[in-house]
Nanobody, 129 residues
Framework: QVQLVESGGGLVQAGGSLRLSCAAS????????MAWFRQAPGKERDFVAA????????YYGDSVKGRFTIARDNAKNTVYLQMNSLKPEDTAVYYC??????????????????????WGQGTQVTVSS
């Protein structure tokens, strides 16, 4: 089992940047596909970004393409989400998630939240206009 802890959220003005971190313990992240999701008050959870174990497959939600970047550092057992050109509509709680994809599926990364087994507690990102 893997435990995930997000950090790096906060209050930022529109146009600013934040970098979220997701630190894992219990298992090495190199065996998991990783993703970020977000949920704003009163809205459904949205897919933000995902990265395969191999790093060869990376996906982004349409609303964040060109602004957000997902990356992983397996040596530090950490996944990052660099968020640039932030907009008020990016305000949400951001969650890190891990999906054990098996020995062979190194290039797989799901974009559906129900495929991820492990979740962090979330970190709040607030973007002021």
């Amino acid at each position: 089992q893997v435990q995930l802890v997000e950090s790096g959220g906060g209050l930022v003005q529109a146009g600013g940047s934040l970098r979220l971190s997701c630190a894992a313990s219990g298992r090495t992240l190199s065996t998991y596909a990783m993703a970020w999701f977000r949920q704003a008050p009163g809205k459904e959870r949205d897919f933000v970004a995902a990265i395969s174990r191999s790093n060869r497959k990376i996906y982004y939600g349409d609303s964040v393409k060109g602004r957000f970047t997902i990356a992983r550092d397996n040596a530090k057992n950490t996944v990052y989400l660099q968020m640039n050109s932030l907009k008020p509509e990016d305000t949400a709680v951001y969650y890190c998630a891990a999906d054990y994809t098996g020995i062979l599926n190194v290039d797989y990364a799901a974009t559906r939240g129900d495929e991820y087994e492990y979740w962090g507690q979330g970190t709040q990102v607030t973007v002021s206009s």
